[in-house]
């Protein structure tokens, strides 16, 4: 049994990689930061993603919910934050603008008290020990949460992150980042978001594993991928298929018959991670905090280090896992 923290900003991707991390972990708890959207939207949007899981499988431990990181720590922020990313990709509430769906299929979203970050997730650590495993936390939002806990000492637990953009580790995508539209030609979102932050965290984490903006460029799912992903006859295919709707069409009008789903990817990874083959490279990874045209860029150092990119794993076990997450 592998024992998962995940710490995100909710967008429509963060919906299939918790799918995904439920599906294939224990998950003890998520905590809820600002990226894709403000806060309070992802608090929203996270019960209603375990509303729908534990609709499907009642007898699942809930996990605990808590508040993390409301606000980049940057001094210097490009990107608004404040307000939910229309223009990239997720929709207004951040997560495909259908809030009715519950409603109209006779579902209600659950309630769920929000417990104390820092020591929920020592608690998380605690339990995992017990149980001779280590925890695994997932950050599939932008640093902030896992620079909280390093400054509190709390480190003891696995690092899997999806964030940076290294273009030199993957020609065939060969993408410097995806902030373009907020000036930030060189950087990936999650970095983007506070990039002190994200500098922190690789600068002191004793290991992170990354998994890579061009890598998700790679491992997306095609229409007809992500057509069997939705088509199955349960309530949280038919979740995903509402939800991913909006995302599916910014893709097809921008040209990219691709359904992009990054945070997938780190979640698949922490599931396979132990059995089965892999590719990747060691080394270090310094992120650009002088403003600039490279502001927020991630520089990787092969060789002794603390950070390990995934360059690439079983392409046909990734579409698999994302299918069988909503059976």
Not at 88 to 107: I, Q
Not at 204 to 215: E, G, L, M, S
Not at 255 to 281: M, R, T, V, W
């Amino acid at each position: 049994m592998k024992y998962t923290w995940i710490d995100t900003d909710a967008g429509i991707d963060d919906a299939l990689a918790i799918l995904v991390t439920l599906k294939n972990t224990q998950v003890l708890g998520i905590s809820l930061s600002f990226g894709n959207c403000p806060q309070h939207m992802v608090l929203r949007n996270v019960t209603r993603i375990l509303s729908a899981f534990l609709e499907q499988h009642p007898e699942y431990p809930v996990p605990m919910l808590c508040l993390s990181a409301a606000h980049s720590h940057s001094k210097l922020v490009k990107k608004d934050c404040d307000k939910a990313d229309y223009d990239c990709w997720h929709g207004h509430d951040g997560m495909g603008d259908v809030p009715d769906f519950e409603a109209s299929h006779g579902k209600v979203v659950r309630e769920f008290q929000l417990t104390d970050f820092a020591s929920s997730v020592q608690k998380a650590i605690d339990f995992a020990n017990s149980k001779n495993q280590v925890l695994t936390v997932l950050s599939i939002g932008p640093l902030t949460a896992v620079k909280m806990l390093l400054e509190k000492n709390i480190s003891n637990y696995n690092l899997i992150t999806m964030s940076c953009a290294f273009p030199a580790l993957f020609p065939a995508s060969n993408s410097p980042g995806n902030m373009s539209s907020f000036n930030q030609p060189n950087s990936e979102h999650n970095i983007a978001c506070d990039v002190e932050s994200a500098a922190y965290v690789f600068d002191h984490a004793k290991q992170i594993t990354v998994i890579d903006w061009n890598f998700t460029l790679t491992y997306y799912l095609s229409q007809p991928e992500l057509q069997i992903l939705n088509s199955h006859n349960t309530y949280l295919s038919e979740f995903h298929a509402q939800i991913s709707q909006h995302l599916t069409t910014k893709l097809l009008e921008s040209g990219n018959e691709q359904y992009l789903c990054c945070d997938a990817c780190a979640a698949h990874f922490h599931f396979i991670q132990n059995n089965k083959p892999f590719e990747s490279q060691k080394g270090t990874v310094k992120i650009i905090t002088e403003d600039g045209e490279n502001f927020g860029q991630s520089v990787f150092t092969q060789g002794e280090g603390n950070a390990e990119i995934i360059i690439s794993y079983e392409r046909d076990e990734f579409v698999k896992t994302l299918v069988n997450c909503v059976i």
